[in-house]
């Protein structure tokens, strides 16, 4: 029995995916071997010694220690694409609130009164009016899972679409329209776009990468869309580049104090994957890379460990070590009374991770490695 504690209400449809015959699943839960969440904060929380693996329903991951949960030999996991789909939604009605002053409108419209209201629009409409997206140029910056789908998007909607990823994977690249432009660089896109959008994870490289020096670079009047990560932008230049008029507007999912009601800026109360289906989505990608993890030993989409996979046949044994490899592993289980069958080890980072299928009785073996140079953990199936 698998014991699995949920920081954050977590959809029905994942959760159903853990069998009650072999998982009990609880808000508080002592000695969880796993965590499901969604944006609780674990970075205060004590890690049970029980803990296996996190699994974090949705893209980011800031909310979790990862360097902990690693030298732990915790396996976190994320669901990278799960919510695309609904970002991607918001992020074309960002293209619209960004062009025309649709929320600013709708709050005027909702302060008139009288008989006359038809008489005070058509008096006071003019004051919204606004730009069409159709023949503009839009950069893309990040072309993974939501950037790629940004960038189609945007093409069927007559844009002119430019996007830059130094670390496009050849997969993502044949997800990609034909007509999506490649930049040679960021000051490419800077330099020549009418809208920005950015799609990349929020680390030491880009943090704060919006800010004064590339909106030097930028054409005045650009407007730019934040749906990745809040820290991603330095607010105050973000304020002084519409002070000064080379932002003509900044839509943000990730509002902060300093960014309210600051004209040019349209506050998006962290909306990108509120949809019952990302939710789903999830939910259900979550529960199920947990699920194969906890009982396999496969791990896919982990952020702090190498992707593996490997066939069951026979017991498995599953190392994770820091600086030890495949040979370190297959030296430790020599003459320890087991017959490897099969044995995959990946690495990532400084972290290795290595299954082997066995046969015979694992006790030994387990003593072997847990004994081994570097190996933090070391689990039989």
């Known amino acids: 029995m698998y014991k699995i504690q949920t920081l954050n209400k977590i959809a029905k449809c994942g959760l159903e995916l853990l069998p009650a015959a072999d998982y009990e699943i609880a808000n508080e839960c002592a000695a969880p071997d796993g965590i499901i969440l969604r944006s609780a904060d ?20 800031n909310n979790i220690p990862l360097d902990k949960c690693a030298e732990k030999g915790i396996v976190v996991f994320n669901t990278p694409g799960a919510n695309a789909n609904a970002v991607k939604e918001l992020v074309i009605a960002g293209l619209m609130l960004s ?47 939501i950037g790629a ?42 330099a020549s776009c ?8 929020f680390n030491a490289d880009t943090k704060g990468m919006l800010n004064k020096d590339a909106f030097a670079k930028c054409k005045k009047g650009m407007r730019v869309l934040n749906f990745a990560r809040g820290e991603l932008a330095n607010n105050a230049d973000v304020k002084a580049a519409i002070a000064d008029g080379t932002l003509a507007c900044y839509v943000t999912d990730f509002p902060t104090a300093e960014l ?44 702090n460990f190498p992707a593996c996979e490997l066939p069951m046949s026979g017991a498995r044994l599953c190392v994770i070590s820091k600086g030890a490899d495949a040979a370190a592993v297959t ?38 490695l847990k004994a081994a140079q570097g190996v933090i953990l070391v689990r039989a199936l």
């Not at 432009?181 to 960021?186: D, E, P, S, T, Y």
Request: aromatic share 6%.
């Open 42 to 61: 674990m970075h205060k929380m004590e890690l049970p010694e029980s803990l296996k693996a996190v699994a974090r329903a949705g893209a980011g991951v």
């Open 331 to 368: 030296s430790a289980l020599a003459g320890s009374g087991v017959t490897v069958l099969d044995i995959v080890s990946k690495t990532k980072n400084d972290y290795a991770y290595t299954l082997a299928n066995v046969q015979g009785d694992t006790s030994a073996a387990e003593s072997a």
């Open 260 to 303: 309210l009601n600051v004209e040019g800026v349209v506050p998006v109360p962290h909306l990108g994957a509120s949809t019952e289906e990302s939710e789903d989505n999830c939910a259900k990608m979550a529960a199920a890379q947990i699920k194969s993890y906890l009982e396999t030993g496969d791990i896919v989409n982990s952020v």
């Open 194 to 201: 009418d809208y920005i959008t950015i799609h990349v994870p």
């Open 99 to 145: 062009s025309r002053k649709i929320a600013q409108g709708v709050a005027w419209a909702q302060t008139l009164t009288g008989d006359d209201v038809a008489k005070q629009i058509e008096a006071g409409k003019s004051q919204f009016g606004g730009f069409e997206i159709m023949g503009k140029k839009l950069g893309v910056i990040g072309l993974g899972a």
């Open 149 to 190: 789908l940004v960038a189609n998007a945007c093409l069927k909607l007559g844009m002119d679409v430019i996007g830059f990823d130094p670390f496009l994977s050849a997969d993502m690249a044949w997800r990609i329209k034909p007509g999506v432009k490649k930049a040679a660089g960021l000051d490419e896109i800077f």
